[in-house]
């Protein structure tokens, strides 16, 4: 006999569809750290070199600074937050507002206002102080979270923020150059230091602090740097003595070491690997100016000392 088709709730079951086989979606491959810096260089160089070579674009240098260093001082907070250390956010960004408005009123040809950037700094410090104890108990990390505070605008702010003081407080050909020395010296540097290390690295530079940096790392961003500020003398700066542009060049490489280290020793205390995942290849924005927080100040009391 025939076999009869299902019927009822067996012959529902049958009809139902059967899943069919998903295709997973296709991965993006993730770019590896050196060309993830090249793509990055690439997006944000640009804008850079505009802000700096175009006159009529000092704003937009201004800003781009501004936005730089307010990131990066919300990176350092967060730092400390990891530590579970508050700063005064309040507090920090009036302070930030107050001192990186004395440097873009620094006038061409004169120089910072000293009696207003200390006088800021004097609010800042006892306002914080006085903010945390107006806040009241607990007071077990007031000391911390101050000195988080204080330090954060000091550190990003306070030297980042002569760089702007670079690009209004000089003659504007000077001031292209200036900054245009600034940045190629230091890039440069820091580029041939990351590809040396990685190619011909074998001796720790500072193991407990970064263990990727190398001796042959510096090495070969000192060299770098020379040619760079030997070619700039020749190409663009020859108001820059051969003399002077070699020294100044290795002393902003010397910084640039300093500056990373301290940094990456900053994060070594808060168990982080980078201070933020914003730019990719290079970390937060932090990660990517460190070298230049110490240069800034060099640049500029070099400038205003030699080129009268």
Request: proline share 6%; hydrophobic share 55%.
């Amino acid at each position: 006999m025939p076999a009869l088709p299902p019927t009822g709730t067996s012959a529902l079951h049958h009809l139902k569809p059967q899943p069919q086989n998903q295709k997973t979606p296709a991965k993006i491959p993730k770019l590896s750290p050196p060309i993830a810096r090249v793509v990055t260089a690439v997006v944000l160089l640009p804008i850079l070199i505009a802000s700096i070579l175009i006159p009529r674009l000092d704003l937009l240098f201004v800003a781009l600074a501004v936005a730089t260093l307010v990131v990066a001082l919300f990176e350092f907070w967060l730092l400390a937050k990891r530590q579970q250390v508050k700063a005064d956010v309040g507090a920090g960004c009036l302070g930030a507002a107050a001192i990186l408005t004395i440097f873009y009123f620094t006038e061409p040809g004169k120089w910072i206002d000293f009696g207003m950037m200390q006088g800021v700094i004097l609010i800042l410090t006892m306002g914080s102080l006085a903010a945390a104890m107006v806040r009241g108990a607990p007071f077990e990390k007031m000391i911390m979270s101050v000195g988080a505070t204080v330090l954060g605008v000091l550190y990003v702010v306070l030297l980042g923020g002569h760089l702007i003081a670079v690009r209004l407080g000089f003659e504007s050909t000077l001031s292209r150059h200036l900054l245009a020395f600034f940045f190629l010296v230091i890039m440069s540097a820091d580029s041939a230091a990351y590809y040396a290390g990685r190619i011909f690295g074998r001796h720790k530079l500072a193991p407990s602090i970064s263990p990727g940096k190398t001796w042959e790392g510096v090495v070969g961003g000192l060299m770098i740097s020379l040619l760079v500020a030997a070619l700039a003398h020749f190409w663009f700066f020859p108001e820059l003595p051969l003399k002077l542009a070699l020294p100044v060049a290795a002393v902003m490489n010397l910084l640039s070491v300093i500056g990373d280290l301290t940094e990456s020793a900053l994060k070594r205390s808060v168990g982080a690997k980078d201070t933020a995942n914003i730019l990719p290849g290079h970390g937060g924005v932090l990660d990517r100016i460190d070298s230049l927080l110490f240069n800034a100040p060099l640049i500029y009391y070099f400038a205003r000392l030699y080129f009268k």
